[in-house]
């Protein structure tokens, strides 16, 4: 009798390994699902923050043509009047690239993207990153944007 109370008591103390191992394979399976998922979603945020900031500025920068009939020369000539604060960065953390052009009164906007350099990603057949191209924004529209945006 005591036999059995001891054998009862031993098989209901834990987890066998194979439970365990069971559980912490479905959680690496968990994650392989949801890393990348989470990983395009932050990129997708940032893809939308920076194009929203182009937009703001875009904006802004209209409203100072129609007060001074010119665009400004420099980002920080819409500062206090037009954007109480200029965004700095895009989404990666890259520092716009803001060109004004005076003879034809035109001014362009660009983020790098993901890759955070000019012109088009290094091709890689095996990575479909939508977020690496550049994002050009001139007189209020968008030249080069992402599709589907």
Do not use: C, H
């Amino acid at each position: 009798m005591i036999s059995k109370i001891r054998n009862t008591l031993r098989r209901d103390e834990g987890f066998s390994l194979i439970e365990l191992l069971i559980v912490v394979a479905i959680i690496g399976i968990i994650a392989a699902i949801a890393v990348p998922q989470l990983m395009n979603a932050m990129d997708r945020g940032r893809q939308r923050r920076s194009m929203a900031d182009m937009r703001n500025i875009a904006t802004a920068n209209g409203t100072y043509r129609v007060d001074t009939s010119a665009y400004v020369t420099t980002l920080a000539g819409l500062v206090p009047a037009y954007m109480q604060v200029t965004p700095a960065n895009d989404g990666w953390g890259t520092a716009w690239v803001y060109a004004f052009d005076g003879a034809n009164d035109s001014y362009t906007i660009t983020s790098y993207g993901s890759d955070k350099a000019s012109g088009p990603a290094a091709p890689t057949p095996w990575i479909n990153d939508p977020y690496t191209p550049d994002i050009t924004l001139t007189d209020g529209q968008f030249i080069q944007a992402p599709t589907g945006q």
